[in-house]
């Protein structure tokens, strides 16, 4: 993989390219098998600090309760560091297209994040495709996107009536 030679050890993440560079490293282009959320938090010149926490067994939908721990959690470690800041990348199975759950995670985390005063560098979308930056005011997968599986509807037969038999 190409992106770990980008990384330097103690050189700030000061671009979009940097981040996206790191997220890579983080996800090492696996296949994911579940749900799993990582972060780095990155002090005030943005320079990682020497811990990455994956988080396992993330439900689908956010948890109020988990979002807002990280949150406290991320405040307690960088409390002395202003400027601070937090790169997540949600890992899952599954498409590339960011789903509503997706994007219901990316603004809960943020939201946890803003109310202990930090802010969040960047959040990564990864899949076995890869990994991609979500966009904050991204509300739905490009025009191209594939459509996915038609819902099947079943169809309505009139219910049977029971019958006597004699």
Do not use: C
């Not at 560079?21 to 579940?34: D, M, S, T, V």
């Not at 990682?48 to 988990?66: I, K, N, R, S, T």
């Not at 990864?126 to 005011?137: I, K, Q, Y």
């Amino acid at each position: 993989m190409t992106a770990s030679s980008e990384i330097i050890p103690d050189q700030p993440l000061v671009d979009d390219a940097a981040l996206l560079a790191f997220a890579n490293l983080l996800h090492g282009g696996i296949r994911p098998r579940r749900r799993t959320l990582w972060f780095a938090l990155l002090d005030g010149a943005r320079r990682p600090l020497p811990m990455v926490v994956p988080v396992d067994l993330v439900p689908d939908e956010p948890d109020a309760l988990l979002t807002s721990n990280l949150g406290r959690a991320w405040h307690e470690i960088l409390r002395g560091e202003p400027g601070a800041s937090v790169l997540l990348v949600l890992e899952r199975p599954g498409s590339p297209y960011a789903s509503p759950e997706d994007h219901a995670w990316h603004a809960a985390l943020r939201s946890a994040a803003a109310e202990h005063g930090l802010t969040v560098a960047a959040f990564f979308l990864a899949t076995a495709d890869g990994v991609a930056a979500l966009a904050p005011d991204a509300a739905s997968p490009p025009d191209d996107a594939p459509a996915g599986p038609e819902p099947r509807i079943r169809p309505r037969w009139p219910r049977a009536v029971p019958t006597r038999r004699r």
